[in-house]
Structure formats: structure tokens, C-alpha cells
């Protein structure tokens, strides 16, 4: 498991939860755990905030026992282009800029 801030998974997890919890939400857990189709232990679970017991794919399970679908969308949040070897592209890139600091060096002379 990542502890990387960048993960998008966590958060992922947490808005799947808050469906879940927004529909079970005034019902006891006996009776919100038996008509999402899971344990009562795994409903407090939820109630609590312990989202890492639970898979994406479980959250998303849980849902659809109450007719409840999910969408994904994919954002493109940087580059459009992909860069398929970014150990290459950093070496070019420190190629570059010191090419054209001794080219700048050169022209103050």
C-alpha cells in the first residue's frame, strides 16, 4: 500500500464510502449491513472511517446490491503528451539547458 499523496485511490475510496454511508445513513447498522449485503463488523467498519479494509471494487459491489452504478471519468491533469522514458528525457533536458548556459556564457565573452 502507498502512502504517496498523489494516490488517487484513497480518495477514490473515500467518495464511494459516502454514498454508501449517505444511504445507510439514519438506519441502524444490523438493518443497513444486512441490505447492503455485508456484515454488521464490516458496516461499522464503514461508519468509522476504516476505508482501506475495503477494495474499489467491493465499495462498487456494495452499491450495486442497491442499484446504485458508478462512472469513471479519466481527466487529463499535466501534459497531454505521455512521456514513455522520462529517465531519458530528464538526461536531454540537463543536455539542453547546459548547452545553453555555455552558449549564453559564450556570447557575454
Given at each position: 500500500?502507498?502512502?504517496?499523496?498523489?494516490?488517487?485511490?484513497?480518495?477514490?475510496?473515500?467518495?464511494?464510502?459516502?454514498?454508501?454511508?449517505?444511504?445507510?445513513?439514519?438506519?441502524?447498522?444490523?438493518?443497513?449491513?444486512?441490505?447492503?449485503?455485508?456484515?454488521?463488523?464490516?458496516?461499522?467498519?464503514?461508519?468509522?472511517?476504516?476505508?482501506?479494509?475495503?477494495s474499489?471494487?467491493?465499495?462498487?459491489?456494495?452499491?450495486?446490491?442497491?442499484?446504485?452504478?458508478?462512472?469513471?471519468?479519466?481527466?487529463v491533469?499535466?501534459s497531454?503528451?505521455?512521456?514513455?522514458?522520462?529517465?531519458?528525457?530528464?538526461?536531454?533536458?540537463?543536455?539542453?539547458?547546459?548547452?545553453?548556459?555555455?552558449?549564453?556564457?559564450?556570447r557575454?565573452?
Amino acid at each position: 500500500m502507498s502512502n504517496d499523496s498523489s494516490d488517487p485511490i484513497p480518495a477514490l475510496k473515500r467518495q464511494l464510502a459516502d454514498a454508501i454511508l449517505a444511504i445507510a445513513d439514519r438506519q441502524p447498522i444490523i438493518v443497513a449491513a444486512r441490505r447492503l449485503g455485508i456484515g454488521p463488523a464490516r458496516m461499522c467498519d464503514l461508519r468509522r472511517g476504516r476505508i482501506a479494509r475495503f477494495s474499489v471494487e467491493r465499495l462498487i459491489r456494495i452499491l450495486a446490491t442497491v442499484d446504485r452504478g458508478v462512472s469513471v471519468s479519466v481527466v487529463v491533469t499535466g501534459s497531454p503528451q505521455v512521456c514513455w522514458f522520462p529517465k531519458l528525457r530528464a538526461q536531454a533536458d540537463a543536455r539542453r539547458r547546459e548547452f545553453l548556459i555555455a552558449r549564453r556564457t559564450r556570447r557575454r565573452l
